[in-house]
């Protein structure tokens, strides 16, 4: 689906590598792999941790559990921008627009945030 003049206009720019305007990237590109994120070092949104390695000129800093109210992951679909928070509880669905995210990003948590999303959100220590 193309970009609205509208929503171009309000979409963040995604830094990167980014494929398409959905923001798929040359790490990942598959029909699920629709969200960057805003990195809290540059507020700048990536597509993934690896373009932003190899393309921003300082290292990546981690969300702190203390942002999970941070607009922080646009869906790349509807150009909306969740909350940590809303993310990590959307059972891998745009709650805005249904569109499906991929589940497979659970697994590079890490890279983004400097807390166990999964512990966090069922009340845990981070």
Known sequence: MARSQAASEQCPVVYGHPV???TRCVH???PTDVVA???PCCGRFYPCFFCHEETADHPALR???EALDEPAILCGVCYH???IRC???SKYHCPFCGAAF???CAHHAHFYFAFDPHVVLQGGEA
Do not use: A, E, R
Request: glycine share 10%.
């Open 87 to 89: 993310y990590l509880q």
């Open 81 to 83: 921008v969740l909350t």
């Open 63 to 65: 969300w702190p559990v």
């Open 20 to 22: 398409d305007n959905q």
């Open 28 to 30: 990942y590109h598959g």
């Open 102 to 104: 991929n589940p497979g």
């Open 37 to 39: 994120i805003k990195f």
